[in-house]
């Protein structure tokens, strides 16, 4: 039986701003209070996701959260219409309102943690939404995230859907941004990669100063469990510290892999001897290729504004890969030589495609933070949900309905009106019909 490697890429929503949330993610800061284009930024998305479909990828949408979210303004003790808490809540605590009208569930390698069925016990794909407690804007997103994943793979024959972990930082967990897998073919088992930031029950292990590590290593023992992982299918490493202090949030931002490849940073890993020496020993294929970029090649500060790692690692043909990145790459010239370089060397990746995603990058997310990895079998994929696939006449209907309902200016004071609420309701009410997902959201009553 075939076996592809799908990406589900998160739709941006209708109020995608620059609120400058992210805390250790230094493009998102530096971008704070800057005027966005929801529409630009929903149609570079969608460009993105067309043109990997049209080099023959599997590629399907994920739908976006609704917001502003007023019910968790309600939670906060503000009351009365929405339009009163919504006016309430960004007059009193304009940071904690904004927070709540955020668009990030568009980087979906954020989403969950996803395991094949050639991994699990019990031969089903397993999700288990993130939980994403370190911020409080996307901690607002798993419930919904797992009612989307739920009706996109929707067949209990092949898919089992796991609650979140919970809210608590003992159990942080930023789902595959800081996971991937290595395996000689998508159908076969594989070695799944969880990368963490800190053990939460151990005070005296290595963890960074400056900024948070937002993944625990028991976050991703949990994972494993729920996943019904076997032994040989785990690898543990711990991002390094140092370099999340830099601005490297998550794994995703300094290392990426795909089958056989580990593309990652001299600073990626707390020990990176170890880690090399823990995939090789369970690694069953051909060669493995450790790509290492060398500090005094690309900085550390080059890599994450360009994000260099936070591409797509893609198998257009066997043996053979693409790079999926950001024409930022193309424009920071120790990055753009590196590139060169790779492509030229004795290794499975032959080509990059830079792509503009540039509003997605300015609030801190590349291609890779875009995408959710799900690997599949011909049956498997015939079970999902057939209206989340993009094809031509899909990413002519999603372009129609984003210049239909999107604003190309969006300011913070914006998102504070009953405006902007209905008409951000309005589009995703139509979208769940567009993607038939059914009622997905909060506001959508039965």
């Not at 592809?4 to 209070?33: C, I, M, R, W």
Request: charged content about 20%; glycine content about 6%; proline content about 4%.
């Amino acid at each position: 039986m075939k076996y592809l490697e799908a990406n589900f890429d998160g739709l941006v929503g209708p109020t995608h701003n620059y609120a400058g949330l992210s805390y250790g993610n230094v493009a998102s800061k530096n971008n704070a209070q800057a005027v966005s284009n929801p529409k630009q930024a929903a149609l570079q998305g969608l460009a993105k996701m067309k043109a990997l479909a049209d080099m023959g990828m599997t590629q399907g949408v994920l739908a976006p959260q609704a917001r502003p979210d007023v019910e968790a303004m309600r939670k906060l003790g503000f009351s009365g219409s929405d339009e009163q808490v919504m006016k309430s809540a960004y007059s009193q605590v304009p940071h904690i309102y904004l927070a709540a009208c955020s668009a990030s569930s568009m980087w979906t390698a954020n989403a969950a943690t996803v395991s094949p069925s050639a991994d699990t016990a019990d031969n089903k794909v397993h999700f288990t939404p993130a939980n994403l407690t370190n911020k409080y804007h996307r901690s607002l997103e798993p419930e919904v995230t797992g009612k989307i994943l739920k009706a996109v793979f929707n067949d209990e024959q092949y898919f089992e859907h796991h609650p979140h972990l919970p809210d608590n930082d003992h159990f942080g967990d930023e789902g595959a941004a800081n996971h991937t897998r290595f395996c000689n073919d998508y159908g076969e088992s594989g070695v799944e990669f969880f990368v963490y930031g800190k053990y939460a029950f151990n005070d005296s292990k290595p963890a960074p100063k400056k900024f948070p590590a937002r993944h625990t290593f028991e976050a991703s023992q949990a994972v494993a469990r729920l996943h019904k992982l076997g032994q040989q299918n785990q690898v543990y490493a711990q991002q390094n510290p140092g370099v999340i202090d830099q601005g490297v949030f998550h794994n995703d931002v300094i290392s990426v892999g795909n089958q056989n490849v580990l593309f990652y940073h001299q600073q990626a890993f707390l020990d990176t001897n170890k880690v090399k020496s823990d995939i090789l020993a369970k690694y069953q294929g051909d060669k493995f290729h450790f790509i290492e970029v060398p500090t005094d090649r690309v900085s550390v500060n080059d890599a994450v504004k360009s994000y260099l790692f936070n591409t797509q690692l893609i198998s257009l043909s066997k043996g053979q890969m693409t790079i999926i990145a950001p024409q930022e790459c193309q424009e920071i010239e120790s990055v753009n030589h590196y590139l060169k370089s790779v492509i030229e060397a004795d290794n499975p990746i032959v080509d990059v495609k830079f792509f503009d995603v540039k509003q997605s990058m300015q609030n801190g997310g590349g291609p890779a933070c875009l995408r959710l990895r799900v690997a599949l079998s011909e049956q498997e994929l015939a079970a999902t949900n057939q209206a989340c696939l993009i094809n031509q006449s899909k990413y002519d209907e999603l372009c129609n309905w984003v210049n239909k309902h999107y604003r190309d200016r969006l300011t913070a004071a914006d998102l504070a009106t009953l405006e902007m609420l209905n008409e951000s309701r309005t589009a995703l009410d139509e979208l769940t019909k567009i993607l038939n997902l059914g009622s997905v959201y909060p506001f959508q009553k039965a």
